[in-house]
């Protein structure tokens, strides 16, 4: 990861879609990332004891984790275009990078439960399932490191715009 000691002294730059200064994105991650996680779980319960009500709630999961992505994902593409320091970093591709693979997979695994809530777990929708919760994983490993370690989209007064 790269390292800039003068990131480390500054208050960091806050985000572009906020409220009162606090950032939308970090929230509205929270959603999806539940949906998305509980989604392979339920698909999992479902491959152990085949029970079609494990199916109707992964199909709803899907749903849910798809719709939320959505906003989520548009506040986190406002930061990245309108935050200079989000793009320079290898971080804020990653993360991009992910998150566009997250909501690409997500909508597949939703268009294949469409209109077989159950014959779609197996084995497809659950390699889905797994596969995006992973992605998850490392997509928010990286959104920390541009918060955590490159003080981005936190309550700071630093210029948008690098030198």
Not at 86 to 94: C, F
Not at 102 to 112: C, D, F
Not at 132 to 152: C, D, F, N, P, Q
Request: net charge positive; glycine share 8%; no cysteine.
């Amino acid at each position: 990861m790269e390292n800039d000691e003068r990131e480390y002294r500054d208050p960091g730059i806050p985000s572009t879609v906020a409220i009162v200064g606090h950032p939308l994105h970090p929230l509205l991650v929270t959603l999806p990332i539940a949906f998305l996680v509980g989604l392979a779980v339920t698909d999992l319960v479902y491959w152990l004891n085949k029970d079609p009500f494990w199916a109707r709630a992964s199909f709803w999961l899907v749903v849910a984790g798809f719709a939320t992505t959505l906003p989520a994902a548009l506040t986190g593409l406002m930061d990245f275009l309108r935050i200079d320091r989000v793009r320079k970093r290898t971080a804020g591709l990653a993360h991009l990078v992910l998150n566009i693979t997250i909501i690409v997979l997500t909508g597949i695994n939703l268009l294949l439960r469409l209109n077989n809530v159950v014959g779609a777990i197996l084995p497809t929708g659950l390699t889905l399932s797994l596969i995006t919760a992973t992605l998850l994983g490392l997509s928010g490993w990286y959104g920390a490191e541009l918060v955590y370690r490159h003080k981005i989209a936190v309550i700071g007064n630093s210029s948008r715009s690098e030198p």
